[in-house]
């Protein structure tokens, strides 16, 4: 279904290895697009770019630390001179964090913000120089529900999601005269590597993931795929007047408040 809108369209993932951004790699490759897939996971990006060549789809493994400038830049460089300027930019690199305030260090928190934030700025700045310059291009980035609700040990991650859903709406104001568009993801719990650490922290992973699945309407966690398919719309042109928008993928987890027993008017008493 997605070839129409991908095929020999160059896409590159920050952070494509594994979780969502490995979702969306193969999702993007499956759509016959040039795929690159960026990470610092050097092996398993390897691996995933060798299994869907394996299956004859276009697929780059390129190592990018999306902290480092230079490394952004190289990489842009030669996918640019090579394939061209990418039509896709998937920014979806990240780190969590779960630690309080007060306990977090400055270099705790440099290196939350540099990998969340900076890495951001620095593949979104770069993807909007070369698509404005063309005069079109999308770029989907993926934020967090702690962008604007968050818990008590996971400050740093919030600040920096937080930042995250300022500089999409920036860059899609910034993007929309030269027809790129520039849009978030808000995913709810996803079954990731990520999400799995974090319940490996709990005594009991497995009642952690239970719980964690329970606190969404849907009543499960979510999968990367699930993720991945709307990255890939808002990357399309069925999106094509969707700019600056934050996209709940969170089986209805910010929809509701944390509620105590049901409460209900006594409709007779109200007649
Ligand atoms: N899983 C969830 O429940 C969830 C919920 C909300 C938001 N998110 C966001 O979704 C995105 C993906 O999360 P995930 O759960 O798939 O995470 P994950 O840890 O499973 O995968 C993240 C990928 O990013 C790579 N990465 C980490 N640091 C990097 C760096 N400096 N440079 C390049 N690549 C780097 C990792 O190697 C890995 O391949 C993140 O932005 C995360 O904040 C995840």
Redesign the pocket.
């Known amino acids: 279904m997605w070839n129409e809108y991908f095929r020999d369209k160059v896409v590159v993932i ?9 979702a969306s790699s193969e999702g993007f490759a499956r759509a016959e697009a040039i795929t690159y897939i ?4 050097d092996s ?2 390897e691996e995933l770019a060798d299994r869907l060549r394996g299956e004859g789809l276009r697929v780059h493994f390129r190592h ?4 480092s400038e230079r490394e952004v830049e190289s990489v842009f460089d030669e996918i640019s001179a090579t394939a061209g300027v990418p039509d896709v930019v998937h920014a ?5 964090w779960v630690k309080d305030v007060r306990h977090t260090t400055f270099e705790e928190w440099h290196r939350v913000l540099s ?2 934030l900076d ?1 951001l700025f620095l593949f979104g700045r770069r993807a909007l120089l070369g698509m404005c310059e063309r005069g079109s291009g999308a770029i989907v980035v ?5 962008a604007t609700a968050t818990v008590p040990d996971a400050g740093a ?1 919030a600040a920096s ?1 937080g930042a995250a859903h300022a500089l999409v709406h920036a860059m899609a104001l910034e993007g929309a005269a030269y027809d790129v568009r520039v849009n978030g993801i ?10 799995r ?1 974090e319940a490996q922290a709990a005594k009991d992973p497995a009642l952690q993931l239970q719980r964690m699945a329970a606190t969404h309407p849907l009543g499960r966690l ?1 999968q ?1 795929e699930e ?1 991945a398919n709307v990255a890939l719309f808002l990357a399309s042109p069925l999106a094509s007047f969707v700019t600056g928008a934050l996209y709940a993928v969170d089986g209805g987890l910010m929809a509701g408040l944390p509620s105590g027993p049901p409460l209900k008017y006594n409709n007779d008493e109200l007649t």
């Open positions: 920050g952070g494509g290895a594994m979780g969502i951004g490995a960026t990470d610092v996971a398993v990006g990018c630390d999306v902290s979806n690199a990240a780190i969590e990998v969340n890495g993926t934020s967090s529900p702690h991650y999601k808000v995913p709810g719990t996803i079954d990731t590597p990520m999400v650490r979510g990367s993720v």
